[in-house]
């Protein structure tokens, strides 16, 4: 059963920066833009496998700190001519709250990007 689930709150996110929530399916990167927009991608970069969260954010995307290679926030897909794609998880803002679209499973774990 999927289900809505509060993280927190967007000014736990810094501006162009990220926080890292652990759950049963993987570590799951949320980031926030320099206009609040939010988005949440597997942590896990397409090339090999980098911390996305540990990533450069600039304008809606990321740049992996192994390789630097970017990705679109919004989408997950590499950018050109790099090839792939980090799974990208469904996220609403709510008065001030995040909230990530996720299967049931045991409690999530919010820490520091």
Not at 25 to 31: E, M, P
Not at 40 to 62: E, K, N, T, Y
């Amino acid at each position: 059963m999927q289900q809505w689930i509060e993280i927190c709150a967007i000014e736990d996110i810094p501006k162009l920066g990220a926080r890292v929530i652990k759950t049963w399916q993987g570590d799951i990167a949320i980031f926030r833009d320099a206009h609040d927009q939010v988005f949440a991608l597997q942590d896990r970069c397409p090339h090999r496998g980098g911390p996305l969260s540990q990533g450069i954010v600039h304008g809606q995307r990321v740049t992996c700190p192994l390789h630097n290679w970017a990705i679109e926030l919004a989408s997950g897909i590499a950018v050109a001519p790099d090839e792939g794609c980090a799974e990208r998880y469904q996220l609403r803002l709510e008065d001030g709250v995040i909230s990530l679209f996720l299967e049931a499973g045991p409690a999530l774990e919010a820490i520091p990007a």
